[in-house]
């Protein structure tokens, strides 16, 4: 079985949050082959998006909780992907918004695209534009760089 990784940043998203991990468990339920992981990051938002997601943790084991001091988009995929890399070592990793901009119902679309040997940024995939995918191993060098950009 592979694994993927999906990296969701959030600051103030209990709302999102609270229907987004649902519906993406649900689906991924539904996705043979595949162990699908939620690593939530999360900078201690006013909105207490930390003690919904806490409480989604109960009910789905895949899903975890990452917290930063620091706010940052950049910082909070480039500590998601580490996480991930370094915890989970998944197969696939990728991304999605909080903001529920992201239908979840298009990862197993997604998902057999990149079984079927379609490359993740290909237009064969023509759900890419909702997923931002990185190859574990590509990210991995750029987080161990010491100047990754």
Not at 32 to 43: G, L, Q, T
Not at 98 to 116: G, R, T, V
Not at 124 to 144: D, E, G, K
Request: proline letters at 9%; glycine letters at 2%.
């Amino acid at each position: 079985m592979k694994k993927a990784v999906i990296v969701l940043p959030t600051y103030n998203e209990a709302k999102n949050v609270e229907e987004l991990i649902p519906k993406i468990f649900q689906i991924a339920a539904t996705v043979a082959n595949w162990e699908i992981h939620v690593i939530i990051v999360d900078s201690y938002s006013p909105d207490r998006t930390e003690d919904a997601v806490i409480k989604l943790i109960k009910r789905y084991p895949r899903l975890h909780l990452l917290r930063l001091k620091e706010r940052g988009l950049g910082l909070a995929y480039l500590s998601g992907f580490k996480t991930a890399i370094e915890k989970l070592q998944p197969y696939l990793l990728f991304e999605m918004d909080a903001d529920l901009s992201h239908d979840p119902k298009n990862i197993p679309e997604f998902l057999k695209a990149i079984e079927a040997g379609s490359p993740p940024c290909s237009p064969q995939i023509p759900i890419f534009r909702f997923f931002r995918v990185f190859l574990p191993r590509s990210i991995a060098t750029l987080i161990s760089s010491p100047t990754p950009f």
